[in-house]
């Protein structure tokens, strides 16, 4: 009986170490989905991954991404579940502070528990790095904290993705992955005198994106967006940048590619292509129709 006891014992904790492994594994892959690596590493040399210090500039100012190694000084090393979850769902740090909506958890609030835990799996097992996070330099209205929580009051809604039932699964993955995951529309939809996007022109370009730079339209406008493009194009693009015409892609798209979806499976890929398809034209498009 003793001898059966320990056997299932052993079995158990095996079974427990081998979920946990898988569930790391997991968060490494969502890690990269969710572009961690590059808003979370400066852009200099021997920068250290996941410490921070990338300069995020924007009309409000300059805003630098923390350190989120598992640091107990300088990173994130003293967070719960708890705590991960809230900022990423609710823009809140351990502490209560709200977060400047540049982190963009107005995307991640989709994020399923599960994935999220995942990621905090994962960073949990990367090496400690003590880096003391940069200030933001903003503008003098965005000092204090209550200017974000009255942003957040007027712009912001806590909310899990749902999936769609009439659409399909590839349908519903994209939607998850460019939604929430990916954070896509941060980029490339639009925004108000207030920064909130603009969700009726969902990634139809934005004028001015990060760093001042023009983000492109990539809706299925046959003129301005990808409407030209075929799904495996697209899925090609998101593996190594490389447009219908044989082209490359350049500047901060290209990190994308390296570090978020370059990684990312081909099925994963594809339903982002597919969600792409699906969505309304861009104005341009709808007007010349």
């Given at each position: 009986?003793?001898?059966?006891?320990v056997?299932?014992?052993?079995?158990?904790?095996?079974?427990?170490?081998?979920?946990?492994?898988?569930?790391i594994?997991?968060?490494?892959?969502?890690?990269?989905?969710?572009?961690?690596?590059?808003?979370?590493?400066?852009?200099?040399d021997?920068?250290?991954?996941?410490?921070?210090?990338r300069?995020l500039?924007?009309p409000f100012?300059t805003?630098f991404?923390?350190?989120?190694?598992?640091?107990?000084?300088?990173?994130?090393?003293e967070w719960?579940?708890?705590?991960f979850?809230n900022?990423?769902?609710n823009?809140?740090?351990?502490t209560?502070k709200?977060?400047?909506?540049?982190?963009?958890y107005t995307?991640?609030t989709?994020?399923?528990?599960?994935?999220?835990?995942?990621?905090k799996?994962?960073?949990f097992?990367r090496?400690?790095?003590?880096?003391?996070?940069r200030?933001?330099?903003?503008?003098?209205?965005?000092?204090t904290?209550l200017a974000?929580?009255?942003?957040?009051?007027?712009?912001?809604?806590?909310k899990?993705?749902?999936p769609?039932?009439d659409?399909g699964?590839?349908?519903n993955?994209g939607?998850?992955?460019?939604?929430?995951?990916?954070?896509?529309?941060?980029?490339?939809?639009?925004?108000?005198s207030?920064a909130?996007?603009?969700?009726?022109?969902?990634?139809?370009?934005?004028?001015?994106?990060?760093d001042?730079?023009?983000?492109?339209?990539?809706?299925?406008n046959?003129?301005?967006?990808?409407g030209r493009?075929?799904?495996?194009?697209i899925?090609?693009?998101?593996?190594i940048g490389?447009?219908?015409?044989?082209?490359?892609v350049?500047?901060l798209?290209s990190?994308?590619?390296d570090?978020n979806?370059?990684?990312?499976?081909?099925?994963?890929?594809?339903?982002?292509?597919?969600?792409?398809?699906?969505?309304?034209?861009s104005?341009t498009?709808q007007?010349?129709q």
């Open positions: 009986m003793w001898t059966r006891a056997t299932a014992g052993c079995v158990l904790f095996a079974a427990a170490i081998s979920a946990q492994e898988t569930r594994e997991r968060g490494e892959y969502l890690l990269q989905a969710a572009g961690c690596i590059s808003c979370h590493t400066a852009d200099e021997n920068a250290l991954p996941l410490a921070g210090g300069a500039e924007t100012g805003f991404s923390p350190n989120i190694t598992p640091d107990r000084r300088t990173g994130i090393g719960t579940d708890e705590d979850l900022a990423l769902w823009g809140l740090s351990p209560g709200h977060y400047y909506p540049a982190f963009p995307s991640y989709g994020m399923t528990k599960v994935d999220a835990l995942a990621i799996a994962y960073l097992t090496e400690p790095a003590y880096q003391v996070n200030e933001n330099e903003l503008r003098w209205y965005m000092f904290r974000p929580g009255a942003w957040k009051l007027m712009n912001f809604e806590s899990r993705f749902a769609d039932p659409r699964d590839d349908w993955r939607a998850y992955l460019v939604r929430h995951l990916g954070h896509c529309g941060e980029c490339h939809t639009p925004r108000n207030l909130k996007l603009i969700t009726e022109r969902e990634l139809a370009g934005n004028p001015d994106g990060p001042g730079e023009k983000m492109p339209d990539i809706t299925p046959r003129e301005t967006g990808i493009w075929s799904v495996d194009e899925e090609l693009f998101l593996q490389m447009l219908p015409d044989g082209d490359f350049g500047s798209m990190e994308v590619i570090d979806t370059g990684n990312l499976t081909a099925e994963d890929r594809q339903a982002i292509a597919v969600y792409l398809k699906s969505i309304p034209a104005a498009a007007n010349s």
